[in-house]
């Protein structure tokens, strides 16, 4: 089973993208958090998420309240054992300079969200085909 963290505050892409995940093929579990701090904490195994299993993959969103996108990369890589996990930036921004920052601070992608179910499923298709199927994906089980 992969593990998926989705970092997302917008409650319909959210609803979006659990749909869009729910047609896949492949056995996966995709957790949401809300905020980037909740995104590290759930990441650093505290609080509420000690008992949840380290993600394989995260999809992150750059807007984010308390803690931004952009801060989150930071810390993911400024720690060894959670700059292994992949990120993919999903995000509604089509700033070069969001783009470049993500990819300066250890982005593996970055994807503009389309809009609408029919093009998130085709962006989750085509992420779940490359990142899951072709890529060898490093265990990032926790002990």
């Excluded at 300066?104 to 899951?132: C, D, I, R, S």
Aim: aromatic residues 6%; negative net charge.
């Amino acid at each position: 089973m992969i593990e998926i963290l989705l970092v997302e505050d917008d409650e319909g892409d959210i609803e979006l993208t659990l749909e869009a995940f729910n047609r896949s093929k492949i056995a996966l579990n995709l957790n949401v958090v809300r905020d980037g701090m909740e995104a590290m904490a759930y990441l650093q195994q505290q609080g509420e998420f000690q008992t949840k299993s380290s993600p394989d993959f995260i999809l992150l969103d750059l807007n984010l309240p308390r803690k931004d996108g952009r801060e989150v990369l930071h810390e993911i890589q400024a720690n060894e054992y959670l700059k292994q996990i992949p990120v993919v930036v999903l995000t509604t921004s089509e700033a070069d300079e969001d783009i470049l920052r993500s990819y300066q601070v250890g982005a593996n992608a970055y994807v503009t969200k389309p809009v609408g179910l029919k093009g998130l499923t085709k962006v989750v298709t085509m992420l779940e085909e490359f990142w899951f199927t072709i890529v060898k994906l490093p265990s990032h089980r926790s002990s």
